[in-house]
C-alpha cells in the first residue's frame, strides 16, 4: 500500500487506498500497566473496564497529562499516537497517508497531529478537511452543508461553489450531541424495559452492561424502518428480553435530535444538505432533515485519492487544503443555482413582511399558538397538533429563525402549501393554506391581530 487516506473521526477512523472496505479502529483506548489497546479492542472493553479506557483523546488532542499517565501514556497525543500505529500495522503498513482531518480541529490541534505523524510509521504527505473531501464527491450547485456525528459532538461545515472550486466557508461544532451522548439516553430506556418486563438488571454487572452497549446499534438500526425491537441479553445460562417500540425510543433520542435539527435549520440556509453515512445509527434522523443527499463511508477517502495530486505537498509543513474541484458530470451539470427557500412553488423570494408572519395554525375549531423554537406537526387523538417533542408520526417540523417561520416536511409526507407541494423549507406567510392531502384535512396560517386601544 504505497497511497492510503486516513479519515479522522473518533466513531471511527478509516483508512483505506480505495481498493477493498477501508480499515476501521473505533476512538477507543484501553490503558493496560505496560500497553495501550485500541479500537474495537478497547470499544469491547469499555464497559468492563471503565477508568482505563478513555474515549475523549481525540476530541482533546493535545499534550495536557492525563489523570492516570503511564510511562507509556502520558497525555492525549500518545493515546493517540498509538492508535495510528495500530491502525496503519492493521492495515497493511501504508507508506505514504493522506490525513483528511474534521473542521472541529482547532490550530493547535492540527499542530499536534502534525507532530504526532512525524513520529507514525507512515509518512504523511497531504492535510484536507474531511468535510470538504466528501462533500466533493456530490454534485453542489451554490452552497452545501456537510453533518458529520463524532462520538461527543456533531459538526456542521457550510461550503459555497467558487467558480469550478467547492470552498470551506465555516465550522459550527454541536457539544455533546455526539453518537455516545445517543446512546447514554438509549441505554436508559433499554435498561427500564429489561427490568418491567424481566427484572433484570443490565447495569448491574459490567459484562451485561458491556453487551447491552454491543447490541445497541443492531437494535437501533432495526427500528430505522420497523415499530419495534425485540431486545435479548444473556446472564450466564438465562435469556432475557424486552421489548422496544419507535416512539418511545424518538422520545428517549428527542434532547439530542433537538440539537442536531435546530444546528442544521439555522446554518442551511438554502444549501443543500449533505450526511455523512455516521449518521446512520441515528434511528428516523433523516425524516426530520428532508432534501437529504447521504455520501457513502468512503467517500472522504475517494476524493482525496482523485485529488492526490492536488493535496500532497513535498514540505514538511503540510498545507491544510480548504478548497478542492467541485464535481461537474457534465458541460454545465450542477451549474445551476439551489434556490434559497420560498414561500411556495412559484411564489417570489422577497420575504414576507412582518405583518404577514404567523402565529398561529387553525386546525378546525382550534388554534395551535406558534411559539419560537422547533415544533413537530403531527396528528394526534383530537387531530392535527404540534408538540416540542419528536413523534414517530411526524408530518412536519416548524421553526423560528428568529423573525420568520420555516415549514420543513418529513420525509414520505405530502403537504402543500395553498396547492402546490412543500419539498424544501419553506416560508410561512398569514393567510396561506398548509393541506395534508393524505388525511384530506387543511390548516390556515394565521397572524394575530391586537385590537387597538381605541376600538377602531
Known sequence: ???????LNDIALLLGDGTGTPSRSPGFATLTRDAVVTGAAALAQARLNPRQTISQFWLRLGTEPLHNARSHARHHADLAWAQLQQLAAAAGSPEQV???????????????????AQRASFRAVGLVDAALAAASTAQVARSALHLDLQLHQCVLTRLVRDGDMLVRERVHTVPGAGLLQLQERLAQLVTARFIQHSRFDPMHAAATEQQLYDRLPAWMAALEDGEDVHAELRNGTASYHAKLGIGEVLEAAQPVYAQIVDAVQRERQGAALLCSARLAPLPRLGRLLPETTRLPEDAAIRACLRHAALIRSEDAALRFVTRLPALVDAPGAGLAPVPAPVASAGSGPAPAPATDTPSHLVAGARALRLSPGSLYLHE????????????PDLAGTLSWDGARWWLMPAAGHALALDGEPVRSATLLRAGQRLALPARRTELWVVAETPVPDDGA
Open 1 to 7: 500500500m504505497a497511497l492510503a487516506v486516513l479519515e
Open 98 to 116: 493522506i490525513l483528511a482531518v474534521p473542521g472541529s480541529f482547532t490550530r493547535e490541534q492540527l499542530a499536534v497531529l502534525l507532530g504526532i
Open 380 to 391: 394526534g387523538a383530537h387531530g392535527w397538533t404540534l408538540t416540542r417533542r419528536l413523534p
